[in-house]
Protein backbone atom coordinates (compact mmCIF):
# COMPACT_ATOMS: atom_id res chain seq x y z
CA UNK A 1 0.00 0.00 0.00
CA UNK A 2 2.87 2.76 0.74
CA UNK A 3 4.03 2.10 -3.41
CA UNK A 4 0.47 3.31 -3.97
CA UNK A 5 0.78 6.99 -3.91
CA UNK A 6 4.49 6.48 -5.70
CA UNK A 7 2.96 4.39 -8.26
CA UNK A 8 -0.04 6.95 -8.88
CA UNK A 9 2.82 10.41 -9.01
CA UNK A 10 4.80 8.01 -11.63
CA UNK A 11 2.01 7.10 -13.56
CA UNK A 12 0.40 10.90 -13.55
CA UNK A 13 4.14 12.07 -14.61
CA UNK A 14 4.26 9.64 -17.11
CA UNK A 15 1.08 10.73 -18.86
CA UNK A 16 2.03 14.27 -18.80
CA UNK A 17 5.22 13.79 -20.44
CA UNK A 18 3.83 11.50 -22.99
CA UNK A 19 1.67 14.04 -23.71
CA UNK A 20 3.51 17.51 -24.00
CA UNK A 21 5.79 15.06 -26.40
CA UNK A 22 3.62 13.46 -28.35
CA UNK A 23 0.83 15.61 -28.48
CA UNK A 24 2.95 18.51 -30.25
CA UNK A 25 3.99 16.11 -33.03
CA UNK A 26 0.09 15.61 -33.78
CA UNK A 27 -1.00 19.05 -34.21
CA UNK A 28 -0.54 20.91 -37.79
CA UNK A 29 2.29 22.37 -38.64
CA UNK A 30 3.44 25.54 -40.26
CA UNK A 31 3.57 23.54 -43.55
CA UNK A 32 0.41 21.65 -43.16
CA UNK A 33 -1.29 25.11 -42.71
CA UNK A 34 0.57 26.28 -46.28
CA UNK A 35 -0.29 22.55 -47.57
CA UNK A 36 -3.94 23.32 -46.95
CA UNK A 37 -3.68 27.29 -47.91
CA UNK A 38 -2.47 25.77 -51.81
CA UNK A 39 -5.27 23.31 -52.11
CA UNK A 40 -7.67 26.05 -51.04
CA UNK A 41 -6.67 28.80 -53.47
CA UNK A 42 -5.64 26.22 -56.25
CA UNK A 43 -9.52 25.82 -56.58
CA UNK A 44 -11.16 28.42 -54.97
CA UNK A 45 -14.17 30.07 -56.44
CA UNK A 46 -16.14 33.34 -56.45
CA UNK A 47 -19.10 32.32 -53.67
CA UNK A 48 -17.23 29.83 -51.76
CA UNK A 49 -16.72 30.01 -48.11
CA UNK A 50 -14.73 28.79 -45.08
CA UNK A 51 -14.89 27.01 -41.87
CA UNK A 52 -12.33 25.43 -39.24
CA UNK A 53 -12.90 22.59 -36.66
CA UNK A 54 -13.54 23.36 -33.96
CA UNK A 55 -13.93 26.88 -34.18
CA UNK A 56 -11.44 28.39 -32.13
CA UNK A 57 -8.95 27.10 -33.64
CA UNK A 58 -8.62 29.53 -36.49
CA UNK A 59 -5.20 29.51 -37.21
CA UNK A 60 -5.97 28.87 -40.64
CA UNK A 61 -6.62 32.33 -40.76
CA UNK A 62 -3.11 33.47 -41.13
CA UNK A 63 -3.45 31.60 -44.46
CA UNK A 64 -6.73 32.51 -46.01
CA UNK A 65 -8.14 35.47 -43.81
CA UNK A 66 -8.48 37.53 -47.45
CA UNK A 67 -10.80 34.82 -48.57
CA UNK A 68 -14.21 34.52 -46.58
CA UNK A 69 -13.08 32.70 -43.87
CA UNK A 70 -16.25 32.64 -41.16
CA UNK A 71 -16.04 31.70 -37.63
CA UNK A 72 -18.90 29.18 -36.47
CA UNK A 73 -19.60 27.15 -33.81
CA UNK A 74 -21.89 24.77 -35.47
CA UNK A 75 -21.65 25.09 -39.33
CA UNK A 76 -24.40 22.64 -39.77
CA UNK A 77 -27.35 25.15 -38.36
CA UNK A 78 -25.88 28.21 -40.26
CA UNK A 79 -28.01 29.50 -43.52
CA UNK A 80 -25.60 28.54 -45.94
CA UNK A 81 -28.32 29.75 -48.51
CA UNK A 82 -25.93 32.63 -50.44
CA UNK A 83 -23.00 30.61 -50.98
CA UNK A 84 -22.02 27.76 -53.42
CA UNK A 85 -19.64 25.62 -51.89
CA UNK A 86 -18.29 25.06 -48.26
CA UNK A 87 -14.62 24.42 -46.96
CA UNK A 88 -14.29 22.54 -44.44
CA UNK A 89 -10.69 22.35 -42.41
CA UNK A 90 -10.91 20.19 -39.40
CA UNK A 91 -7.63 19.46 -37.30
CA UNK A 92 -7.21 16.11 -35.46
CA UNK A 93 -9.64 14.26 -33.39
CA UNK A 94 -12.41 16.84 -34.61
CA UNK A 95 -13.57 15.22 -37.66
CA UNK A 96 -16.43 16.62 -38.69
CA UNK A 97 -18.93 15.35 -41.71
CA UNK A 98 -21.22 17.87 -42.91
CA UNK A 99 -23.77 14.94 -43.85
CA UNK A 100 -26.57 17.06 -45.27
CA UNK A 101 -24.60 18.46 -48.68
CA UNK A 102 -22.53 16.27 -50.83
CA UNK A 103 -18.91 16.29 -50.82
CA UNK A 104 -17.10 17.31 -53.49
CA UNK A 105 -13.60 16.40 -52.30
CA UNK A 106 -11.45 15.25 -49.86
CA UNK A 107 -8.11 16.63 -48.97
CA UNK A 108 -5.02 16.03 -46.39
CA UNK A 109 -2.30 18.31 -46.00
CA UNK A 110 -0.45 16.91 -43.72
CA UNK A 111 -2.20 16.43 -39.99
CA UNK A 112 -5.08 18.86 -41.54
CA UNK A 113 -8.32 17.54 -43.58
CA UNK A 114 -10.33 19.32 -45.98
CA UNK A 115 -13.76 18.83 -47.24
CA UNK A 116 -15.40 20.77 -49.74
CA UNK A 117 -18.99 20.68 -50.03
CA UNK A 118 -21.25 21.37 -52.94
CA UNK A 119 -24.22 23.23 -51.67
CA UNK A 120 -27.73 24.25 -53.51
CA UNK A 121 -27.55 26.93 -55.94
CA UNK A 122 -27.35 30.45 -53.95
CA UNK A 123 -29.68 33.02 -53.64
CA UNK A 124 -29.00 36.09 -55.67
CA UNK A 125 -28.45 38.90 -53.01
CA UNK A 126 -29.91 42.11 -54.86
CA UNK A 127 -29.17 44.63 -52.09
CA UNK A 128 -27.41 44.47 -49.07
CA UNK A 129 -28.29 47.11 -46.95
CA UNK A 130 -25.69 46.96 -44.36
CA UNK A 131 -23.07 47.53 -47.48
CA UNK A 132 -24.81 50.47 -48.29
CA UNK A 133 -25.80 52.15 -44.77
CA UNK A 134 -23.68 55.29 -46.34
CA UNK A 135 -26.50 55.74 -48.67
CA UNK A 136 -29.28 55.74 -46.20
CA UNK A 137 -30.93 58.45 -44.01
CA UNK A 138 -30.83 57.74 -40.53
CA UNK A 139 -33.55 59.79 -37.94
CA UNK A 140 -34.52 60.34 -34.17
CA UNK A 141 -38.33 60.39 -34.17
CA UNK A 142 -38.02 62.96 -31.00
CA UNK A 143 -40.56 64.59 -29.72
CA UNK A 144 -40.20 68.34 -30.73
CA UNK A 145 -39.35 66.36 -34.50
CA UNK A 146 -37.23 64.27 -36.54
CA UNK A 147 -33.67 65.20 -35.62
CA UNK A 148 -31.57 64.04 -38.82
CA UNK A 149 -28.20 61.75 -37.74
CA UNK A 150 -26.18 64.10 -40.34
CA UNK A 151 -22.63 62.83 -39.83
CA UNK A 152 -21.51 59.55 -41.20
CA UNK A 153 -17.42 58.87 -39.42
CA UNK A 154 -16.13 55.48 -39.85
CA UNK A 155 -18.89 53.44 -41.20
CA UNK A 156 -21.55 55.05 -38.68
CA UNK A 157 -23.65 58.06 -38.41
CA UNK A 158 -23.57 59.76 -35.57
CA UNK A 159 -26.47 60.59 -33.64
CA UNK A 160 -25.71 62.57 -30.34
CA UNK A 161 -23.24 62.75 -28.15
CA UNK A 162 -23.28 59.48 -26.24
CA UNK A 163 -21.01 57.00 -28.14
CA UNK A 164 -23.60 54.45 -28.10
CA UNK A 165 -26.02 56.54 -29.70
CA UNK A 166 -25.08 55.76 -33.70
CA UNK A 167 -26.52 53.39 -36.64
CA UNK A 168 -23.33 52.05 -38.26
CA UNK A 169 -21.62 48.91 -39.67
CA UNK A 170 -20.22 46.28 -37.25
CA UNK A 171 -19.16 43.13 -36.72
CA UNK A 172 -19.89 41.70 -33.18
CA UNK A 173 -21.22 38.89 -31.48
CA UNK A 174 -24.85 37.26 -31.64
CA UNK A 175 -25.77 34.10 -29.72
CA UNK A 176 -22.17 32.29 -30.20
CA UNK A 177 -20.83 33.86 -33.33
CA UNK A 178 -19.53 36.68 -35.12
CA UNK A 179 -21.99 38.74 -37.43
CA UNK A 180 -21.78 41.12 -39.82
CA UNK A 181 -24.76 43.56 -38.83
CA UNK A 182 -25.82 46.96 -38.38
CA UNK A 183 -25.73 48.02 -34.93
CA UNK A 184 -29.05 50.30 -33.91
CA UNK A 185 -29.26 50.82 -30.05
CA UNK A 186 -32.62 52.84 -29.69
CA UNK A 187 -33.07 55.31 -27.52
CA UNK A 188 -35.69 56.40 -25.46
CA UNK A 189 -37.21 57.23 -29.28
CA UNK A 190 -37.38 55.59 -32.59
CA UNK A 191 -34.54 55.36 -34.75
CA UNK A 192 -35.34 55.18 -38.64
CA UNK A 193 -33.30 54.08 -41.17
CA UNK A 194 -34.87 55.11 -44.87
CA UNK A 195 -33.59 53.52 -48.14
CA UNK A 196 -34.50 55.27 -51.47
CA UNK A 197 -34.44 53.53 -55.24
CA UNK A 198 -34.07 49.69 -53.27
CA UNK A 199 -34.51 47.45 -56.27
CA UNK A 200 -37.20 44.44 -56.27
CA UNK A 201 -36.50 41.10 -55.79
CA UNK A 202 -38.94 37.87 -54.33
CA UNK A 203 -37.60 37.94 -50.71
CA UNK A 204 -36.56 40.52 -48.10
CA UNK A 205 -34.65 39.17 -45.15
CA UNK A 206 -33.94 40.25 -41.93
CA UNK A 207 -31.69 38.83 -38.89
CA UNK A 208 -31.85 40.08 -35.20
CA UNK A 209 -30.66 39.83 -32.16
CA UNK A 210 -28.64 41.17 -29.00
CA UNK A 211 -25.45 41.12 -27.92
CA UNK A 212 -24.88 38.74 -24.78
CA UNK A 213 -24.25 41.54 -22.27
CA UNK A 214 -27.85 43.18 -23.59
CA UNK A 215 -29.54 39.59 -23.71
CA UNK A 216 -28.28 38.64 -20.23
CA UNK A 217 -30.12 42.06 -19.01
CA UNK A 218 -32.42 41.21 -16.07
CA UNK A 219 -34.61 44.17 -16.91
CA UNK A 220 -34.34 44.42 -20.79
CA UNK A 221 -37.27 45.51 -22.99
CA UNK A 222 -38.06 44.00 -25.95
CA UNK A 223 -37.07 45.81 -29.37
CA UNK A 224 -39.45 46.23 -32.21
CA UNK A 225 -38.61 46.44 -35.87
CA UNK A 226 -40.87 47.79 -38.66
CA UNK A 227 -40.09 47.13 -42.07
CA UNK A 228 -41.58 49.27 -44.43
CA UNK A 229 -41.68 48.96 -48.48
CA UNK A 230 -43.23 52.15 -49.90
CA UNK A 231 -45.29 53.02 -46.93
CA UNK A 232 -46.59 49.86 -46.60
CA UNK A 233 -45.51 47.80 -43.26
CA UNK A 234 -43.92 44.54 -45.03
CA UNK A 235 -44.06 43.34 -41.11
CA UNK A 236 -42.60 43.38 -37.26
CA UNK A 237 -40.08 41.67 -35.86
CA UNK A 238 -40.31 41.60 -31.74
CA UNK A 239 -36.92 40.69 -30.29
CA UNK A 240 -37.51 39.40 -26.79
CA UNK A 241 -34.26 39.29 -24.50
CA UNK A 242 -32.75 36.11 -25.99
CA UNK A 243 -29.41 35.17 -26.93
CA UNK A 244 -29.19 34.45 -30.74
CA UNK A 245 -29.40 35.28 -34.38
CA UNK A 246 -32.88 34.97 -35.57
CA UNK A 247 -34.29 35.16 -39.32
CA UNK A 248 -37.08 36.42 -41.00
CA UNK A 249 -38.60 37.66 -44.33
CA UNK A 250 -41.31 38.53 -45.98
CA UNK A 251 -42.06 38.07 -50.41
CA UNK A 252 -42.13 41.15 -51.85
CA UNK A 253 -42.57 39.59 -55.54
CA UNK A 254 -45.67 41.37 -56.20
CA UNK A 255 -44.27 44.80 -55.15
CA UNK A 256 -42.62 44.63 -59.11
CA UNK A 257 -38.76 45.84 -59.91
CA UNK A 258 -38.93 49.04 -58.08
CA UNK A 259 -37.18 51.45 -57.62
CA UNK A 260 -38.49 51.29 -53.78
CA UNK A 261 -38.53 52.89 -50.64
CA UNK A 262 -37.03 50.57 -47.78
CA UNK A 263 -37.50 51.74 -43.98
CA UNK A 264 -36.23 50.33 -40.80
CA UNK A 265 -38.12 51.45 -37.68
CA UNK A 266 -36.48 50.62 -34.29
CA UNK A 267 -38.06 51.00 -31.11
CA UNK A 268 -38.27 50.11 -27.43
CA UNK A 269 -40.43 50.83 -24.31
CA UNK A 270 -36.87 51.07 -22.50
CA UNK A 271 -33.63 52.05 -24.20
CA UNK A 272 -31.45 51.13 -22.02
CA UNK A 273 -28.82 47.99 -22.50
CA UNK A 274 -30.58 47.79 -25.91
CA UNK A 275 -27.27 46.87 -28.12
CA UNK A 276 -29.74 45.90 -30.78
CA UNK A 277 -28.39 44.82 -34.35
CA UNK A 278 -29.28 43.36 -37.71
CA UNK A 279 -28.59 43.13 -41.30
CA UNK A 280 -31.04 43.18 -44.63
CA UNK A 281 -30.78 41.68 -47.83
CA UNK A 282 -33.21 42.14 -50.89
CA UNK A 283 -32.94 38.55 -52.76
CA UNK A 284 -33.78 37.19 -56.16
Known amino acids: MRLLPLAVVLGVSLYSAGFWVVDPLLQPSREDYRAAECAIRGDWLSGDAIVVIPWWAARIREFVGDLNFIQLRNPQA ?43 TPARVIYDFRDRLGDARVLM ?31 VELGDD ?7 HPADDPIEIHYQSVPGGKLLRVHTGFTPPAARAQDGAPVTLRVLMDGRELGRVVQQNLTGYFPAEWDISAAGPGPHQVTFIVSSPRGGMRHFCFDAQVRG
Open 78 to 120: EDWSTYSRLWVVSLPGHRYDLGTYPRLKKIRAGALEIDLYDLP
Open 141 to 171: REPPGPRQCSRWVENRWICSRRDWNYVGRMI
Open 178 to 184: PRKIIWA
